[in-house]
């Protein structure tokens, strides 16, 4: 049950070159056990309901580069007593619990580079979720078969609630000017800038292939430097004259943070539904989407709102896992930011390409 | 009284399965292959075994199961989920032994 999974994000028309220049990173994932487990599928600033799938990815984003270790615990309830059905004593799949962890290098947008300019940036995310799944069992056939041969029926699907403890630490690099004095001091100085927050939330999954997940997050930030990018900053090593009388200088430019960065809460509500559309015959790949909303607050900022929509692409006889995608992303829909005033700012398309391994 | 061994294999993309011998269920653990296994001892002489699985998966999940008791053989079954199943649910008596039936 091991897969790789890519991921790869296209902004705007004037980003794309820097993207493609910047090598994105995987985020692999290593499911310890089968049965069910269960992943999140990162898309717009967050990750989306709670997918069924047991596998290791890789993934590689151009923006949100990461490298990590997806462990998952899987453990059965006490199984409930057989149901009478159709003169049977039928067995229904007990409850379960799951419990995974989660530790990523992470790159963000501008934020936290892998790789930079060579050199090895560290910063990483750790969470820890416990989620409880109350199987809902299946009703019975309409009609009972005859003999022994079994039958076939419609899963009532389950309801499922998780809580994480999510943790993230990034290395930035900021400079500071004194706000005092005739030349003013400028410091420049690598920060840690640590977050610990909680998330909870519930999905509910109707039948087998339609799931509705909502969840809230509060974290807080140290030292945050929340939607913001980073400043090009230069330092001049040298200056002189050519023959013509220009002005020369070379001068060394990195990005760099404006200091001191602040602390901060965030919270953020999200809802996510997805669902499979089409397939295709003799059970061939199929077709669904993934639709998502979130509502980000910070307490240093307003609040800005996400959207993704998008078909994602699931391979023959693996229906649970994902072949490729590709998502919509609206970011900062009311451009609360001031940051995304044209529709092409806001949107960016995420590619998510699968390659089984097993 | 001498016991032999029964074996629940179910491999395929499944969300949860779960099994049973003479009605009572056994701990389906993932084995090396990525599978459900699960077993557990019955009598020799014992006229007739009733295994019974149940599994969930979702549409387009294709499955199959084999039951095998030492010294008497393997049934296998196949199947495949559709849009209007997606829990399959199969009782295999000792009778299907009697060699391979997939």
Known sequence: MMRERMIRRIGGAPMIVRRVIALGVGFLMVSARFSGAQSQLTAGDGKSAILPVGQAAIVLDLNEAKVGVHLHQDRNYPAPPPVPMCGHQVNVVPDHRELTTDLAVAAKKGKRSLLSSGSFVPGFDLSFTAARFFEHGFAPPAKCPSGDNGFDVVSNGYDALFLSLVSEIADRKTVEVSSSGANKLTTMQEVAGPSLGLKGGWNHAFGSARILGLDLEGVHDWKTVGDDDPSSVCTQSAAGVDKNGNVVTVQQCEDRFIGPLP???????????????????????????????????????????????????????????????????????????????????????????????? | MPKKKTTITISGDVRRATASVDAVPIDMTENTDGDLEGSASVPVDRAEVNASVTIYGEDGTAFSVAIAIDGLGTAKRKGRMTNDVSVRWWDIRLKDFKGDDA
């Not at chain 1, 059970?283 to 998502?292: E, V």
């Not at chain 1, 001031?338 to 390409?353: C, Q, Y």
């Open chain 1, 263 to 358: 602390d901060a809460w965030h919270g953020r509500a999200r809802v996510d539904w997805t669902q499979k559309l089409w397939r295709a015959p003799k059970g061939g790949p199929a077709i669904g989407f993934l639709a998502a909303a979130s509502l980000t607050t910070r307490s240093t900022k307003a609040p800005t709102y996400g959207f993704v929509l998008g078909p994602t692409l699931h391979p023959k006889d693996k229906p649970s896992n994902i072949l490729g995608a590709m998502l919509f992303e609206v970011t900062d829909l009311t451009n609360s930011t001031h940051k995304h005033p044209t529709v092409l700012k806001m949107l960016n398309v995420r590619l998510v390409l699968g390659l089984p391994l097993d």
